[in-house]
C-alpha cells in the first residue's frame, strides 16, 4: 500500500513543470540573480493580488517579521501581544528586535489568539498585537484592530500559513500595518527554497523595510544604519510569479478538500473538526486540516496512522509558554496547552483526491475503534 505524505508537491510541480523550467532558464540565461526583474515584478504582481500598495520581498518569514516589527519602531523595552500557539518564529522575531513577547491564550473553536484576553495583558510597555493567521485560517481581526485603536498600538500580522485567506473580504495580511508572509516550500505559495514578503499600506514603513533588508543603504555603499542582508532572489521569484498565477485555485482545491474531510469525519466519536461554527468572516485556506483527537488518544492514533502509513503532523507539540526559555515565567493557559496535547494536522495538498482522503478517514477510524 502506498504511503501517504501529510503533503505532496509532485502534482503541481508537475503540471507546472513546462512555464516553470523555462523561467529558470530564463533567470540563468539572463545572469541577474538578486533584485532584478523578477523580484520587482513578484513585488507588483503580489501587492495586486493581496490588496495592499506596498509588498517587499525578502529572504524568508521570519525576516519579514525582523525587518517588520523593526520597520514599526518595536524594539529594547516593548511588549508584543500573541499566541504561544504557533511556530517558534513569531516569537524569535520579537526577541530578535530586543522586545519581549507576551502571550495570551487561544479560543478553543478557532485555536487563534483570543481577544478578549487581550486587554488586560496590555501595559505602558505594550507596543504592538502580533496575530498569527494559523492553519490559514484568519484571526479575529476586528477586535484586534479595534484595541489596537483604543490603545495606540501597532498589528503586525503572521500571514506565513494563509497566503491567500481573507476575513471579511479583504486579504489576511492586509488588514493591520504590516503582514508577513512566508515562501517555505510546504507554505500554500511555496517556493523551492527561502522566501518572505512584507506588506503594508503605509510609503514610510515599506520605504524603511527596503532599506533595512539591503544593508540599511538607500543608495550603494553609503549605509547609513545597520540593516540586513535579506531579499527575495530572482530564482525564486520567477518560480513565485509562474505560482501565483495558480494560487487561487490550489486554495480553492484546498478549500474542497477540507469539505470533504468534515462530511466524511461527521459523527465520527473521539474526533473534533475545528471552526465548525465558521461565520462567514473567514475564508480559511486549510495550509492545515487540523483536528482534535479526544481523551488523551491523540499521539497512539498518530502512531497507529503511522503504522498504516499515513503521515499526520502535530502543529504544535509545545505551545511557546512552556519552551525552557519561558517556563520561569509561569504562564498558565490552559487553551493552548490542551490544544497541544490534542491537535493533529492530516494529510492535505490542493490535488489531494478523494479517495486518497478516505483511506486517510478509514486510518483515522480503525485507528479510534482499535483502541
Ligand atoms: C513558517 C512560519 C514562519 C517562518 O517562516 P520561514 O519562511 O520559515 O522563516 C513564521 N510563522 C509561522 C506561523 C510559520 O508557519
Known amino acids: 500500500m502506498q504511503k501517504i505524505p501529510i503533503f505532496d508537491l509532485k502534482p503541481e510541480i508537475e503540471l507546472l ?22 523580484a520587482e515584478s513578484f513585488e507588483q504582481e503580489a501587492a495586486r493580488y493581496l490588496g495592499v500598495r506596498h509588498a517587499i520581498g525578502v529572504n524568508s518569514g521570519t525576516d519579514a517579521l525582523i525587518i517588520g516589527l523593526q520597520a514599526l519602531g518595536v524594539g529594547p523595552g516593548d511588549e508584543v501581544i500573541t499566541t504561544p500557539f ?10 530578535r528586535v530586543g522586545a519581549t513577547p507576551v502571550f495570551v491564550d487561544i479560543e478553543p473553536d478557532s485555536l487563534q489568539l483570543d481577544p478578549r484576553q487581550i486587554e488586560m ?16 485560517r484568519p484571526a479575529e481581526m476586528d477586535p484586534i484592530l479595534s484595541l489596537a485603536r483604543t490603545y495606540d498600538l501597532k498589528v503586525i500580522e503572521d500571514a506565513a500559513q494563509a497566503f491567500g485567506s481573507e476575513y471579511q473580504g479583504k486579504k489576511a495580511g492586509a488588514l493591520g500595518d ?50 540586513y542582508n535579506s531579499r527575495l532572489d530572482e530564482l525564486q521569484a520567477a518560480v513565485l510569479r509562474v505560482k501565483l498565477r495558480h494560487i487561487e485555485e490550489w486554495n480553492q482545491g484546498r478549500i474542497g478538500v477540507a469539505e470533504t474531510y468534515r462530511k466524511l ?3 465520527q466519536s473521539g474526533v473534533v473538526c475545528l471552526d465548525e461554527k465558521n461565520t462567514g468572516d473567514h475564508r480559511h485556506v486549510y495550509h492545515q486540516f487540523t483536528v482534535r483527537i479526544l481523551q488523551g488518544r491523540r499521539d497512539e492514533v498518530q502512531e497507529r496512522m503511522r503504522r498504516a502509513g499515513i503521515e499526520t503532523m502535530i502543529y504544535y507539540p509545545i505551545p511557546l509558554h512552556l519552551l525552557p526559555m519561558y517556563q520561569e515565567l509561569g504562564y498558565e493557559l490552559p487553551q493552548a ?15 489531494m483526491t478523494e479517495q486518497v482522503q478516505l483511506r486517510v478517514v478509514q486510518g483515522l477510524r480503525v485507528a479510534l475503534d482499535s483502541m
Not at 523555462?22 to 540573480?33: A, P
Not at 504557533?86 to 526577541?95: D, K, L, R, V, Y
Not at 510609503?203 to 555603499?221: M, N, P, T, V
Not at 496547552?337 to 490535488?351: H, K, M, N
Request: aromatic share 12%; hydrophobic share 40%; net charge neutral.
Open 17 to 38: 513543470w513546462g512555464e516553470l523550467t523555462e523561467t529558470i532558464h530564463d533567470v540563468l540565461r539572463s545572469g541577474r540573480f538578486i533584485l532584478g526583474p523578477n
Open 86 to 95: 504557533t511556530f517558534f518564529a513569531t516569537a524569535e522575531a520579537i526577541e
Open 121 to 136: 495583558k496590555i501595559s505602558s510597555r505594550t507596543k504592538a498585537i502580533l496575530p498569527v493567521h494559523l492553519y490559514g
Open 178 to 227: 504590516v503582514g508577513c508572509y512566508s515562501f517555505f516550500p510546504s507554505k500554500n505559495l511555496g517556493a523551492f527554497g527561502d522566501g518572505g514578503m512584507i506588506v503594508t499600506n503605509d510609503d514610510d514603513i515599506a520605504e524603511y523595510c527596503r532599506f533595512l533588508r539591503q544593508h540599511g543603504s538607500r543608495k550603494k555603499y553609503f549605509n547609513e544604519a545597520v540593516g
Open 265 to 267: 469525519l461527521r459523527g
Open 337 to 351: 496547552e490542551a490544544a497541544a496535547r490534542e491537535v493533529l494536522s492530516l494529510p492535505i495538498w490542493p490535488q
